[in-house]
């Protein structure tokens, strides 16, 4: 009897545990898969949402993978794509994966497939960063009950090598430069396809994404190729920046060189032949010197999504101006000190001017803004200081370092990003936000001068763990990620991310859920307001921004780097788009 006994327990066991596991399976259009459940939220990783890219699929568009018919698991990431990480060469050239979590209400019959859906794209300059231990969705999903997707692309020279000799390699359209962008969007469509499999509802698809993500949701938004695939978008401290994208000159000046140093001749055969990190490194490291020589790139980071006149018709910012661009419900913002950023370098005149800190002189400034940072005249300078310098301040007690990080900042983000919310709001809802909170966690390598005390304040991706509740996945203490968030900073982070999943919700941060104890009323930005984050939230207008951008924004284009003459625009020409 006790042995009868132990045996029906353990078959009842068996089918306990055999009913979590059908619960954990997902029919795709590709295949069954199977992740893990805990508590309230399901997990998928390591997707593939198209072929591998290896071989004779390098450079050429994401393809359809071959489907399965095996239950194959999905409890594991998958490699992030190759990039150069300090003196080592890291993850794999296969590496177009995403990764979903999901509230188990999404997927109950109830539920209807009707969970809105976001659609996460990381920064990195478009040579770093993945989704591997890094942005786990499981917070957002669990507490606002929206399905979480992060994804992969591929980066670098692999992911945005422009050439008129790779358009052979697209014969349906013959773009070139964009295979980034390309992967990206091919994974909206594989949301769209199987979505509906954890309860998400595919035309309630929310793009948002920060520096190079938020550049290249300013591609999708300013190419008719993407819009099909969203609804809404929220772009962090990136949008519509002037390094958001490269002219084809740029892109086809990277990849002869690249061809000349591989001893490739014209053949693109070889290059294929050729192994993906020894590419990458070549391309990352070798190929992309600092400061840049006499007539090289004048926009862009080193490598950028390419106006190839197919995937990208012109430069964002230009397409945005013109009125070329999606119509969707946009939220967007810039933080505080984007530009400390700047100072996380190494090796060149630049760096080793920003790293005196504090004790920069006004010939050190001089130097930056004529020479070694951007290409200003000395007679301009003056007005750049009636406009950056309090005027209660002594001359002699300029913080030069500061005066520095916050023409950058606002040269290469914030400006672009009020420009833009400035031109969005005439056509569409729009909400502009300044994230002003210096984070009280150990701060990382790449903002500010490491080590030093008072360099960093709200910088660039200083935003990341509050938007994702701490589960950004950066180890910054050992310099390598982003601040840790900490107890008394929390209320902060649930409320921005009430507006963020609000906004994803129903296109408006204010509803349907109601905020925490510090939440305002955000109102849309044609009221010429925006919504500060600190300890406490404000909307004001941002006035003495907007003085500085006036000044800066006709500068258009500017190399930084190294000398150079050549702007895009003149500043008449350039008055017409602000």
Not at 112 to 141: E, P, R
Not at 219 to 247: C, D, E, K
Not at 258 to 264: I, M, S, W
Not at 525 to 546: M, N, Q
């Amino acid at each position: 009897m006790g042995a009868s006994l132990v045996i029906r327990l353990w078959a009842t066991l068996l089918l306990v545990q055999a009913a979590a596991m059908i619960g954990e399976v997902r029919h795709l259009e590709e295949g069954p898969v199977q992740g893990t459940c805990s508590g309230t939220v399901c997990e998928f990783l390591g997707l593939p949402y198209a072929a591998a890219p290896v071989h004779d699929l390098r450079w050429r568009p994401p393809q359809a993978m071959t489907p399965w018919k095996t239950l194959r698991s999905a409890r594991a990431f998958g490699n992030n794509c190759l990039q150069v990480k300090g003196k080592s060469i890291i993850g794999n050239e296969d590496c177009l994966f995403l990764n979903i979590w999901a509230p188990r209400q999404c997927h109950s019959a109830a539920s209807n497939a009707s969970c809105s859906v976001m659609f996460w794209i990381h920064g990195g300059s478009y040579v770093t960063g993945g989704t591997k231990d890094m942005f786990n969705g499981t917070q957002l999903a669990k507490e606002f009950g929206v399905i979480i997707v992060t994804v992969n692309y591929r980066l670098g020279i692999l992911g945005f090598a422009g050439a008129d000799a790779l358009r052979t390699r697209d014969p349906s359209t013959n773009s070139t430069g964009n295979y980034g962008i390309q992967d990206q969007r091919a994974a909206m469509q594989w949301v769209h396809r199987n979505i509906h499999a954890f309860g998400g509802n595919s035309s309630e698809l929310v793009l948002f994404g920060e520096s190079a993500g938020a550049g290249s949701i300013a591609v999708h938004l300013t190419s008719p190729l993407s819009w099909p695939w969203y609804r809404r978008v929220i772009m962090q401290s990136g949008a519509f920046s002037y390094w958001n994208s490269q002219p084809m000159e740029d892109a086809e000046r990277q990849f002869q060189v690249l061809l000349e140093a591989t001893k490739c001749g014209h053949s693109i055969s070889c290059l294929l032949s050729k192994p993906a990190d020894e590419l990458t490194g070549l391309a990352t490291v070798e190929l992309n010197p600092e400061p840049l020589p006499e007539a090289w790139k004048a926009y862009g980071t080193f490598f950028s999504p390419t106006v190839d006149g197919i995937q990208l018709k012109d430069f964002p910012w230009k397409l945005l101006s013109d009125g070329r661009i999606n119509q969707v419900q946009v939220l967007l913002g810039f933080n505080k000190d984007e530009g400390t950023v700047l100072s996380a370098c190494e090796g060149t005149p630049k760096c080793q001017t920003l790293h005196k800190g504090s004790a920069m002189k006004e010939s050190d400034f001089k130097n930056l803004m004529t020479r070694d940072l951007f290409n200003i005249s000395e007679a301009e300078l003056p007005e750049l200081l009636n406009v950056y310098v309090p005027d209660s301040e002594e001359k002699d007690n300029h913080d030069w370092y500061w005066i520095v990080a916050e023409i950058y900042g606002d040269y290469s983000i914030a400006c672009p990003s009020l420009r833009a919310a400035d031109q969005l709001s005439n056509i569409t809802d729009t909400y502009l936000y300044r994230f002003a909170h210096t984070p009280k966690g150990h701060a990382p390598k790449w903002a500010g001068i490491f080590g030093e005390n008072g360099t960093v304040g709200a910088s660039h991706a200083a935003e990341l763990g509050f938007v994702w509740l701490g589960a950004d996945g950066w180890n910054a203490s050992t310099g390598d990620g982003g601040w840790e968030l900490q107890k008394d900073e929390r209320p902060l982070a649930e409320t921005m991310a009430t507006y963020w999943t609000n906004f994803a919700k129903s296109g408006n941060p204010n509803i349907p859920r109601n905020g925490t104890s510090l939440s305002v009323s955000w109102p849309m930005a044609h009221h010429a307001t925006t919504l500060t984050f600190a300890s406490s939230l404000d909307v004001a207008e941002l006035s003495h921004l907007r003085r500085r951008c006036k000044l800066l924004e006709p500068f258009g284009a500017m190399v930084e780097g190294y000398t150079q003459t050549r702007r895009l625009k003149s500043k008449d020409e350039f008055a017409l788009l602000i």
